[in-house]
Every structure is written in structure tokens, then in C-alpha cells.
């Protein structure tokens, strides 16, 4: 008769080969590598290290005491995030150094800094195009009119890239986004500031051309990006730059909406 034992030995034998078989390492990351690394991981490049240095403008300067007018004194940290995006819109992309900064003015430990950057979406932990394009991808856009899907072929197809990827003369950067809660008007792509709705993959291609042929305009304005610029006057800010680029927008028929940088001037404004 055999031994009880038997079938506890029979496993326990054959159980390290199949141990060793397996891979020793579990990824928990569910995302694309791209995506993960640039939320979560620093690695230091010659455009994003802490020896580049960054001040913010004289005028970003005087914005800056606007808005911590808004906060009591002991908790003035509160504003990070409004001048995380400030820094965004002067550097182009939150650095590393553009945190550091931030976390000086504030009195923060830079470690706060960071974990509200990399928690956020909306700041650019890396270099960006001029024109950042962000496809909605979910699922109002992919059903709503010809569908996100159609809208992305057309940006593929005409920039030549893939999602996560600039082209190569550094206009155009275009990534794939959740929703942007402009559903009802869908599909729809944000670009920089401003959302284009109700697209087809013409009016998609339409807008492409408008925005490269605004391009020598959108490069006099610091950063190119809705930045806040210096104080001559002879210099457009991003955000009259892209008032100037919505005229051209809308000569080829694209829906465009109000831009979030003159809403959010606006609201400082009226505090």
C-alpha cells in the first residue's frame, strides 16, 4: 500500500523546477512603458537635469505675488499647482529645475513638488512640441460622429508619427488622452489650450495645416506655449498668439472653443 505521504513528496519534488521555470520578476505596470516612464520615473537628459537653471520672468514674477495674494501666508504651498503651470508655460515642459524653483519660492521640500507633477497629467514631464496634440480616445469620442478612431488615422497619417512620439522639425507632438468632458460635441482633440470639436478627419487635417502655417508666429512668443512672456511689448504671449492662430482655424471651417489660458487669466483677474 502505498505511503500518505507519497503525493506530498511526488509534488515537493517536481515543485523548484516549475519554481525555476517562472519568470522571477511581476510587472505591475499596465501601461505602455513610454507612458509609465514619463509619469513616474526621472532620468536626467542635456534638455531636463537640475544644473539647467530657471528663473521665472520679471512679469511671471509679479503674477506669481497675484496669486499667493489668494492664500493665507503659512499655507502658500496650496499654489503649486497654479505655478507649476505658470513655470510649464515660460519652460515649455515642467523640468526638473522648473520644480525645483517652485518648490523654493513655495518653501516646500522638493520631494511635494514632484509628486503633484508627476501625479497630473497636464504637466509635461518632457519636452513637448509647439503644438501638443491630445486625441480623446474614449468612448463618446470613438462613438460620437466618424469616431476618434478615424480622427486618429487622419493626425497619423498626415503628421507621420504615433501616439507618444514629436515629429521630427519639433511642431507636432501627439498623444491619445481620456476624456476631456467636451463628450457632446465629440470627437474632439485639445490642442495646447483650446478644444476643436464636432472633427472629421478633413477638418482634422484642415486644422494640422493651420497650425504649421502659424508656426513662424507662435515662435515669437516664449516657450510657445501659452507662456507669459517679458516685458516688451513688441512680443506677442502665447495667448495672442493663438487668438491670431483661431482666426486662421476658423477660415477652414474647424470648431474651435475658448482658450482655458485667457479663461484662467480671467478668473485671477476677478478675484
Same mark, same amino acid.
Given at each position: 500500500?502505498?505511503?500518505?505521504?507519497?503525493?506530498?513528496?511526488?509534488?515537493?519534488?517536481?515543485?523548484?523546477?516549475?519554481?525555476?521555470?517562472?519568470?522571477?520578476?511581476?510587472?505591475?505596470?499596465?501601461?505602455?512603458?513610454?507612458?509609465?516612464?514619463?509619469?513616474?520615473?526621472?532620468?536626467?537628459?542635456?534638455?531636463?537635469?537640475?544644473?539647467?537653471?530657471?528663473?521665472?520672468?520679471?512679469?511671471?514674477?509679479?503674477?506669481?505675488?497675484?496669486?499667493?495674494?489668494?492664500?493665507?501666508?503659512?499655507?502658500?504651498?496650496?499654489?503649486?499647482?497654479?505655478?507649476?503651470?505658470?513655470?510649464?508655460?515660460?519652460?515649455?515642459?515642467?523640468?526638473?529645475?522648473?520644480?525645483?524653483?517652485?518648490?523654493?519660492?513655495?518653501?516646500?521640500?522638493?520631494?511635494?513638488?514632484?509628486?503633484?507633477?508627476?501625479?497630473?497629467?497636464?504637466?509635461?514631464?518632457?519636452?513637448?512640441?509647439?503644438?501638443?496634440?491630445?486625441?480623446?480616445?474614449?468612448?463618446?469620442?470613438?462613438?460620437?460622429?466618424?469616431?476618434?478612431?478615424?480622427?486618429?488615422?487622419?493626425?497619423?497619417?498626415?503628421?507621420?508619427?504615433?501616439?507618444?512620439?514629436?515629429?521630427?522639425?519639433?511642431?507636432?507632438?501627439?498623444?491619445?488622452?481620456?476624456?476631456?468632458?467636451?463628450?457632446?460635441?465629440?470627437?474632439?482633440?485639445?490642442?495646447?489650450?483650446?478644444?476643436?470639436?464636432?472633427?472629421?478627419?478633413?477638418?482634422? !487635417?484642415?486644422?494640422?495645416?493651420?497650425?504649421?502655417?502659424? $508656426?513662424?508666429? %507662435?515662435? @515669437?512668443?516664449? /516657450?510657445? #506655449? &501659452?507662456?507669459?512672456?517679458?516685458?516688451?511689448?513688441? !512680443?506677442?504671449?502665447?495667448?495672442?498668439?493663438?487668438?491670431? $492662430?483661431?482666426? %486662421?482655424? @476658423?477660415?477652414? /471651417?474647424? #470648431? &474651435?472653443?475658448?482658450?482655458?489660458?485667457?479663461?484662467?487669466?480671467?478668473?485671477?483677474?476677478?478675484?
Amino acid at each position: 500500500m502505498a505511503s500518505k505521504t507519497t503525493p506530498f513528496v511526488f509534488r515537493s519534488a517536481f515543485r523548484p523546477a516549475r519554481i525555476a521555470s517562472r519568470s522571477q520578476c511581476r510587472s505591475f505596470v499596465a501601461s505602455s512603458r513610454l507612458s509609465s516612464d514619463s509619469l513616474n520615473v526621472h532620468r536626467d537628459t542635456p534638455e531636463n537635469n537640475a544644473s539647467i537653471p530657471f528663473k521665472f520672468t520679471p512679469q511671471n514674477e509679479k503674477l506669481i505675488e497675484e496669486i499667493l495674494k489668494r492664500y493665507p501666508p503659512q499655507y502658500k504651498k496650496a499654489a503649486v499647482m497654479p505655478i507649476l503651470d505658470l513655470g510649464q508655460r515660460q519652460h515649455g515642459f515642467t523640468s526638473l529645475s522648473v520644480m525645483n524653483e517652485v518648490a523654493r519660492l513655495l518653501e516646500m521640500p522638493p520631494m511635494r513638488v514632484y509628486e503633484v507633477a508627476t501625479f497630473y497629467t497636464m504637466y509635461n514631464r518632457n519636452p513637448v512640441g509647439k503644438f501638443h496634440v491630445q486625441a480623446c480616445t474614449t468612448t463618446p469620442c470613438q462613438l460620437g460622429g466618424c469616431g476618434s478612431d478615424a480622427i486618429v488615422k487622419a493626425i497619423e497619417g498626415h503628421l507621420g508619427i504615433k501616439p507618444g512620439h514629436t515629429t521630427k522639425d519639433g511642431l507636432f507632438t501627439f498623444v491619445e488622452v481620456e476624456c476631456l468632458g467636451a463628450c457632446v460635441n465629440a470627437p474632439m482633440v485639445q490642442i495646447n489650450d483650446d478644444f476643436y470639436e464636432d472633427l472629421t478627419p478633413e477638418s482634422t !487635417v484642415t486644422l494640422l495645416k493651420a497650425l504649421a502655417a502659424s $508656426a513662424s508666429d %507662435i515662435a @515669437n512668443a516664449e /516657450g510657445g #506655449k &501659452g507662456a507669459i512672456t517679458g516685458d516688451d511689448k513688441n !512680443v506677442k504671449s502665447g495667448a495672442e498668439v493663438g487668438e491670431d $492662430a483661431g482666426r %486662421i482655424y @476658423n477660415k477652414g /471651417g474647424v #470648431k &474651435g472653443t475658448k482658450s482655458r489660458t485667457n479663461e484662467w487669466k480671467e478668473n485671477l483677474r476677478e478675484y
